[in-house]
């Protein structure tokens, strides 16, 4: 790839037409089609070859490479690792329910957030990803597996928020009804705790569901496990959370990792239901319960009758919560830890 050509996949029609100033809208419109199929030039028959051509000698088309892919044998999850043009690798992870098909993509190359739990985060941040490289994971997932994908999470690797300009792209892009046409409400964005950013989405008019990673009821606890909270404590992020609610009228949904002798008793469950209906008493909310993923160093570990005591305790505190099902286990569907293995961090 030159330095020089220019990344289409991440552009708007209206900006393609400023780079081919020469072609009409029609064909712009075509184009714009066809690279959200997952095509790249040779295939766009529909196409003029010298606007083909042209396409060719100023632009790129980012679309990952699967290195690996594993099949569950167990709910037909499917985990990829993607490779970028650089050798960085991703990891995106495709499941099946009911109500559709859902990915789970990456938003960064490594994190810088420093999560104890995440084996994303242990090896640290490389780089962002544009909004072609996550149109990309779910373009070639789609056309690899076969199936429509109808729905996004952004919670593999890298936090979103901190990747800000190029997600809010992709949100756009990705929701484009002339694209790839996915409602940005069966978008879910996850997010540590990044205050000054879901202020910023709040006011996006962009009515994805925002999952906020919580973990623990108190600073001192929550800050060992996630160093964000030293930068913005629990109440300025509840405080957040209320005014992004406020302003889009969406749900939040809360992630808590239950972690075996960590934040796992009733003590802390009935302190965590204080905290939510304390803080957000007016407000629609939702706790999702995560049994943790053996992550290597970290030595944390879930009960899982632990995790179900834990949610009982929350529901007789009338607070709305579920257990994440647990989906490819017999592929290690979760995130980061292909990535450290490929590329020996």
């Not at 600073?219 to 957040?240: F, G, V, Y």
């Not at 302190?271 to 970290?298: C, R």
């Amino acid at each position: 790839m030159s330095e020089n050509k220019i990344d289409i996949l991440s552009l708007f029609p209206e900006e393609m037409q400023s780079l081919l100033e020469n072609e009409p809208k029609y064909r712009i419109k075509q184009l714009f089609g066809w690279l959200h199929k997952g095509a790249v030039y040779d295939e766009m028959t529909n196409l003029p070859k010298k606007m083909r051509e042209e396409l060719t000698e100023k632009t790129y088309i980012a679309l990952p490479d699967i290195l690996k892919k594993y099949v569950s044998k167990i709910d037909g999850t499917v985990k990829y690792l993607f490779k970028l043009y650089d050798g960085q690798c991703i990891e995106s992870v495709v499941m099946k329910y009911k109500h559709g098909n859902t990915i789970c993509i990456s938003s960064q190359a490594g994190c810088k957030m420093g999560c104890k739990f995440c084996a994303s985060t242990q090896n640290g941040w490389v780089r962002n990803l544009t909004p072609s490289e996550m149109l990309g994971q779910v373009l070639v997932a789609q056309n690899d597996t076969g199936i429509r994908i109808s729905n996004i999470v952004l919670m593999g690797i890298g936090e979103p928020l901190d990747n800000y300009s190029n997600v809010m792209k992709f949100l756009r892009l990705v929701s484009r009804d002339d694209g790839l046409n996915i409602g940005l409400r069966h978008i879910s964005l996850s997010t540590c705790g990044v205050v000054d950013k879901i202020y910023a989405l709040a006011d996006e008019d962009l009515p994805v569901t925002l999952s906020v990673s919580l973990h623990h009821s108190n600073d001192a606890d929550r800050s060992a496990l996630m160093p964000i909270n030293k930068k913005w404590n629990i109440d300025e992020l509840l405080t957040a959370c209320k005014v992004f609610f406020d302003k889009t009228g969406r749900r939040i949904s809360f992630e808590y990792a239950v972690i075996s002798g960590v934040n796992d008793n009733d003590v802390q469950a009935n302190a965590l239901a204080d905290l939510l209906n304390k803080k957000l008493p007016s407000i629609p909310f939702h706790v999702n319960l995560i049994p943790v993923n053996p992550v290597e160093g970290t030595g944390f570990t879930s009960g899982i009758k632990t995790v179900m005591q834990f949610q009982a305790t929350l529901e007789k505190r009338r607070v709305n919560a579920t257990i994440r099902r647990k989906l490819g286990s017999d592929i290690d569907a979760s995130c980061g830890q292909l990535r450290r293995r490929e590329m020996n961090l």
